[in-house]
């Protein structure tokens, strides 16, 4: 896929720390409106491609481009997330002693000077759209719940739901299943496929039972670059998949 028609592109990324390569000409490309799993074993590159991606870290070469025309290379973390690039990490990070609705209005996009903040009173669009999120999360029954009191998995989604408050074109989502239950985990994976209907999404995951339920094109990492790609079975029949990640 050429960069014009991309929404993200990664080509000949390679990042060092100390002598260690984390990434190493790494390419990679992701449509429009796709969903894409990333597997690998620990070392293989996953956080520190996120890393680029967001801003955090500035690769020693190679192009990373958003949206065909932005260089990502050149813009910081907060320039990054109001272009349309979302972070969901492990821990989920949410506002504890607020209610579940209060934290998807917090986190919507909205002017937010101290004073705007201070004094904004809601609008019927914005009531509109929590709506919707709490419907896509599946939280609409905890909307007056405190955060506190969700579990894991719950805090998970609520996470999910503060990002796309802020109307992300991609989102990258980071081991969204470690810590859930079966039940969890399966809703989950629907919750994802839903977002996929209107976002890009990139999930990095370890869980392979959750990566076939997405059902979606699968790049395998190792060493930094990309070893595989393809569909769930077509890299786990890969030799060299089997030998560095999926063992024997």
Not at 165 to 189: H, N, S, Y
């Amino acid at each position: 896929m050429a960069r014009s028609t991309s929404l993200l592109y990664l080509d000949g990324v390679s990042v060092s720390f100390d002598g260690f390569k984390a990434l190493n000409e790494l390419s990679l490309t992701i449509a429009p409106g796709e969903m894409r799993a990333i597997i690998g074993p620990n070392g293989a590159g996953k956080t520190t491609m996120m890393d680029v991606i967001t801003g955090k870290t500035r690769p020693d070469s190679g192009e990373v481009y958003f949206n065909g025309t932005v260089d990502l290379t050149g813009e910081d973390e907060a320039s990054i997330a109001e272009l349309g690039i979302g972070r969901k990490f492990q821990k989920p990070t949410v506002f504890e002693s607020h209610t579940v609705w209060d934290n998807l209005e917090l986190a919507l996009k909205a002017p937010r000077g101290p004073f705007s903040t201070l004094f904004h009173v809601i609008s019927g669009a914005e009531k509109k759209r929590i709506e919707h999120l709490l419907d896509l999360i599946p939280l609409g029954s905890k909307r007056s719940e405190l955060a506190a009191n969700l579990s894991h998995g719950q805090k998970q989604w609520l996470e999910i739901g503060m990002l796309l408050a802020q109307d992300p074109k991609l989102l990258l989502v980071d081991e969204p299943a470690a810590g859930m239950t079966d039940a969890e985990t399966a809703e989950t994976a629907e919750l994802l496929k839903d977002i996929a209907n209107d976002h890009s999404v990139v999930v990095v995951e370890h869980d392979m039972v959750f990566v076939r339920s997405l059902g979606v094109k699968v790049t395998v990492l190792h060493e930094g670059s990309v070893l595989a790609e393809g569909s769930l079975d077509h890299v786990s029949a890969d030799e060299r998949v089997v030998e560095v990640y999926l063992g024997r």
